[in-house]
Each structure stands twice: as structure tokens, then as C-alpha cells.
């Protein structure tokens, strides 16, 4: 069961994070895991929360719509909530959709749901365009409390088309760039 899922101890390695800081290259194809900055001193706030310990949850926007965003490194697809899904109905009527789609979950379970084109997701420090999501009722949205308020699981198939993002446990501090900004910012610096 999925509640069985979210007490099981390590079960992608979570605990190892604690006070460290995930450094994701996706150009150089590469992943470190590092001490955590919280001990240098600098203007940035806290952007993160964890929720049930190590959950990276980061307040955004779905367009117009404010969302829960759950930053998951072990999920391929983005999943919309049901909350989520009604609210962008009202917001966007016109939202392209195609029904039953189906994903499998990692305890196998599959699910069937909407494919939704996404309006602009804002992370706070990036923006990203074109995005897909499944709506769908997933287990885990009950596990990780968050059925009562509109919520986005931001798996790899998102993370992927920055050029690179960390996720500091330490500091909680989420940062990102995307790639085409990267490319910018090197022809002015270089």
C-alpha cells in the first residue's frame, strides 16, 4: 500500500540528503551530493519547505493558479492533483486535454488520468513553458496530505529541460537555471 510507501525507511535513499545539498547537471549528465551552504552567509531566503522529512515542496503558480509544487527526482511525469486539475478547469476552459492517459506508479499500481498542456509553471527563480502533467487522484497526494489544496508532483521529465537545479536540506533553498539563460549568460561573461 501506498501508506506502507511513505513510512518505509530509505526507500530511494532519502535520509542520505539530510544537512546535504543535491547538485543536478543535467547537460553533463551528473549528480553530486555535497555539504549544505547553510553555513555561508548570503541575501538568499529560504524557498523550500520539506514535507514528511524530505519532500522538497516549493510554493508556485500553474498560470494563474497557485499550487503546491512537489519537486520529486524519482518521478518521470508531472502529476496534477485533483484540487489542482478543477481549479485549472476554471481558470482555463480552453486547456487542451486528452483523456485516459495512464501512468504506473512505483509500487506498480497504475493510474488512469488526463493529460493536461499545462499553462506557464512558475517556480519562483525559473519559468517553464510547454509543460504536460496526468491528472490524477494518486495515493500519494493523501499520504503527503496535500488532497485539500491544489498540488503538482514536478517529476524528471520537467527537471530535466533546465540546465541545472540543487535542492540544498540544509538550508532549504531551491535554485535553478534554464537552459537558454545559461547560454546567455556565458557569451556575456566570457
Do not use: H
Amino acid at each position: 500500500s501506498d501508506q506502507g510507501l511513505a513510512r518505509e525507511d530509505g526507500i530511494l535513499g532519502a535520509d542520505v540528503f539530510v544537512g546535504r545539498r543535491l547538485t543536478f547537471d543535467i547537460a553533463g549528465k551528473s549528480v553530486k551530493v555535497e555539504k549544505s551552504l547553510r553555513t555561508i552567509r548570503d541575501n538568499r531566503r529560504s524557498n523550500l519547505r520539506l514535507r514528511n522529512g524530505m519532500l522538497a515542496e516549493i510554493n508556485g503558480q500553474i498560470g494563474a493558479v497557485r499550487a503546491r509544487l512537489m519537486l520529486d527526482t524519482g518521478a518521470q511525469k508531472c502529476i496534477v492533483n485533483p484540487k489542482l486539475e478543477a481549479r485549472l478547469k476554471q481558470a482555463y476552459p480552453r486547456m487542451l486535454r486528452l483523456e485516459r492517459a495512464r501512468i504506473i506508479g512505483v509500487t506498480g499500481q497504475e493510474l488512469v488520468g488526463s493529460l493536461l498542456a499545462l499553462p506557464e509553471i512558475d517556480m519562483g527563480i525559473v519559468k517553464v513553458r510547454d509543460a504536460t502533467a496526468i491528472a490524477a487522484d494518486a495515493p500519494v497526494f493523501r499520504v503527503w496530505g496535500l488532497e485539500d489544496e491544489p498540488a503538482i508532483i514536478i517529476g524528471v521529465e520537467l527537471l530535466s529541460r533546465l540546465s541545472g537545479f540543487s535542492i540544498d536540506y540544509g538550508s532549504q533553498y531551491f535554485d535553478a537555471q534554464v537552459a537558454d539563460l545559461m547560454a546567455t549568460n556565458r557569451a556575456m561573461t566570457g
